[in-house]
């Protein structure tokens, strides 16, 4: 195949003789080449940082091959929100970042095309006068032009504010072609947040997407006559996320969001196939754990963000930027795999997580691999959870890790767990708590400690924990970050880092985490054996929001009702499946009050996935309907969420995260434990499994997620459905599933 049709990133590896050549028509090509062959002898980048760094030794460096390779995506970027922490006090000569990038490079993130982001906040900083001297080049809103800001919407029927726009946008393109002749797009994407033009003018060309399309469209027109070629990208995004109903200028490269402020009424999959038909060439924006949300405890689900890698490939999706953290031991493990997936086709199968411990830990993988898988599926703060931590980390300094590498990554690991229990104290304190600004202290001083490791973003975390104790509270004054420098912080000993995880294994006990699963038809639970039957003569009402996920059971034909919040801000689509998940219903439910009646048959199984762009809604549901929730978050506490105990089982195993303290009650309706606001282990007596449980008080943006019980909630005793499975008695129920 010629060159000519492969990308800039294109390598021929060819062995001559002794000899390897690495063939490319472009640098660009030649520098993922040199990777490949690098890669094909046994270097590998695990994670940032030269102590990381493995290289083996071999006589001969010569291997036979004759591969053409190419990456799987044009765009394969991530950052991490707050940057690196390079320039700043901890960080003065960018060592912290430069191991980031050499390690991106190493892993083949990166690509030909680069998009940058938000830029009206720029243009507003720059043409600062202009927009003060011309009120209608501003956004009006509710009959008023706004006054200047640095996060100011343009009006985008302006043609003096699209003029100045566009030539903007124009000479930073030539600016940016000087230093970087293969420049693809220049950003035409707004300032962050709300506030777009609603003039009447405005209003006239159609929704928010259609006004911001409109301008990007004004720009590609004007940059295809300047630069022939060259593109405009932007973000479809928040309130400009739907699809313009206008046909977009050939050169608009679009970043849809599909998976964070979605308020469009329709899912992920779906508003990336809608984007996909509008427009030629498309790339996805996207968060795996930003320290902001995450705080760089493990929270990736790791199987369902690669399977989306894998879509997003199949899809023809060519460019992705995953906004993420620099943090080695949170985010890395993921992002590593996630970087395997880039490698052309050919690559042997195998398990990557098990790669990734293996190069970082060696001998001690054994012990270590089952932490990051439990991490890499799922991780509840916990004291049984830090205890896991503890005792593997304990295991292997005891019986491998003798050579100096392989110990002192694992003291790399138990500073990254010391991290994790002290955030763990300090979630666990009241506001109130009257050592709560020491533990706070002890925290900050750590996360700056373990700065060099960089297994966590250290200095975001600070920032946002400062901010959320407040300005003037005496640690920021005592911390100074501006004035902070590296040689001001305190080192950790190899004795230190030992000694804090033998203190971890004697104050935290390690307890299995019991998980269990559960399929099958959908049925209900046998009543039987129930201390009371309740029989409520009116429907149950609840309100829920978020993604809502249920199947429903009719005893006799009748419809449930869902009723819109009062202040709902974006429509809600609900979808109706049949048992052999066939689309049967789709109502757009929109405006403030409004509803929808959903028929059901009688003695007919379904399932009702509601799309909510985080409003709220009311799930009515008549006498003689058995519900089993799978997936709901409730924005006000829920009286009642029933769940089944399956027969067998030992502990009711579940992540409870609700904002204001909830209850687990047994099938009597005693309370097993209160003040719940996380991880639920409670024991089981043998006349309590085969029950009907509740958690009562739960409230939380959060899903609820039960681990050793099914994952199914209904709204009252009588009406819960499971999946069939899960009436069976477990036959080990503490071990199924576990490991
Ligand atoms: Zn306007």
Not at 229 to 240: D, I, K, Q, T
Not at 425 to 437: F, G, N, Q, S
Request: glycine share 8%; net charge neutral; with cysteine.
């Amino acid at each position: 195949m010629a060159w000519s049709s492969r990308g800039p990133e294109a390598f021929h590896l060819v062995s001559k003789g002794d000899e390897v050549e690495i063939v490319a028509s472009d640098p660009r090509g030649l520098v993922i080449g040199i990777y490949d062959l690098l890669d094909r002898l046994g270097a590998r980048w695990p994670l940032p940082g030269e102590q990381f760094e493995v290289l083996p030794t071999r006589p001969r460096i010569g291997v036979w091959v004759d591969v053409w390779g190419e990456p799987r995506f044009r765009m394969r970027e991530f950052f991490g929100t707050g940057g690196a922490g390079s320039g700043t006090p901890l960080d003065k000569r960018g060592d912290f970042s430069r191991a980031w990038t050499d390690y991106m490079r190493r892993n083949r993130w990166g690509g030909p095309d680069h998009i940058r982001g938000h830029t009206g906040e720029a243009f507003a900083d720059a043409h600062r006068a202009a927009l003060e001297a011309h009120p209608d080049w501003r956004a009006e809103l509710k009959g008023q032009r706004v006054p200047w800001s640095r996060s100011l919407k343009l009006c985008a029927s302006s043609t003096g504010a699209l003029e100045a726009f566009q030539r903007d946008r124009a000479d930073s393109l030539g600016r940016q072609l000087l230093v970087d002749p293969t420049t693809f797009a220049i950003s035409v994407e707004p300032a962050d947040g709300g506030g777009h033009c609603d003039c009447a003018r405005c209003r006239a060309l159609g929704g928010v997407s259609d006004r911001v399309f409109t301008m990007a469209n004004q720009v590609a027109r004007h940059i295809n006559a300047t630069h022939p070629g060259r593109w405009v990208s932007l973000l479809a995004y928040n309130e400009h996320a739907e699809v313009p109903s206008i046909s977009l200028e050939p050169n608009v490269f679009v970043m849809v969001v599909p998976y964070g402020f979605n308020r469009t009424g329709l899912d992920p999959d779906e508003l990336i196939a809608a984007w996909k038909s509008k427009v030629r060439r498309l790339g996805v924006y996207d968060y795996w754990a930003i320290p902001d949300w995450a705080h760089d405890v493990p929270s990736i689900a790791v199987g369902p963000m690669l399977e989306r890698l894998d879509s997003w490939a199949a899809r023809g999706i060519e460019a992705f930027l995953i906004e993420s953290s620099f943090s080695g031991a949170a985010t890395g493990p993921a992002l590593w795999q996630a970087s395997r997936r880039f490698l052309s086709a050919g690559r042997p199968s195998v398990d990557d997580l098990h790669e990734w411990v293996t190069l970082v830990f060696g001998t001690c993988s054994q012990e270590i691999e089952p932490l990051f898988k439990e991490w890499g599926e799922v991780y509840i703060p916990s004291s049984a959870g830090l205890g896991r931590a503890y005792s593997a980390l304990g295991q292997a300094l005891d019986g491998c890790g003798r050579s100096s590498v392989e110990r002192s990554r694992l003291l790399w690991l138990a500073r990254y767990v010391e991290y994790l229990r002290l955030r763990f104290e300090v979630d666990a304190l009241a506001k109130a708590a009257p050592d709560r600004a020491e533990r706070t202290r002890e925290l900050a001083r750590w996360l700056l400690a373990i700065a060099p490791d960089l297994s966590v973003a250290s200095y975001r975390l600070v920032q946002l924990l400062l901010k959320s104790e407040g300005a003037d509270a005496p640690l920021a004054k005592e911390l100074d970050l501006a004035r902070l420098s590296r040689s001001s912080l305190p080192g950790i000993s190899e004795q230190e880092s030992i000694d804090r995880v033998r203190t971890g294994q004697r104050r935290y006990a390690a307890v299995d985490l019991p998980k269990a699963s559960f399929r099958g038809r959908w049925v209900h639970p046998p009543a039987s054996g129930q201390a009371t039957r309740e029989r409520s003569a009116t429907a149950r009402v609840m309100l829920l929001g978020g993604m809502t996920d249920l199947n429903v059971r009719a005893q006799t034909s009748t419809s449930i009702s869902i009723a819109l919040g009062a202040y709902a801000s974006a429509p809600l689509r609900v979808l109706v499946y049949d048992e052999a998940g066939r689309l049967q219903i789709e109502r757009r439910i929109e405006g403030p009050g409004a509803s929808a009646e959903l028929e059901l048959r009688a003695d007919h199984t379904y399932r009702i996935k509601v799309v909510d762009p985080k409003n709220s809604f009311r799930l009515r549901v008549p006498v003689g309907v058995a519900v089993g929730l799978t997936q709901f978050v409730s924005p006000a506490p829920t009286d009642a969420l029933y769940f089944w105990v399956p027969p067998g089982t030992r502990r009711v195993v579940m992540d409870v995260p609700s904002l204001v303290p909830s209850r687990v009650l047994d099938s009597n309706g005693a309370v097993v434990l209160d003040n719940v606001r996380g991880l639920v282990d409670v024991p089981v007596p043998e006349s309590q499994s085969g029950k009907v449980w509740c958690v009562s008080g739960y409230k939380s943006w959060a899903p609820i997620r039960a681990i050793s019980v099914p994952q199914a909630f209904a709204l009252g005793r009588d009406d819960l459905l499971v999946p069939e499975e899960a009436l069976k008695v477990a036959k080990s129920p503490i071990r199924r599933g576990s490991r």
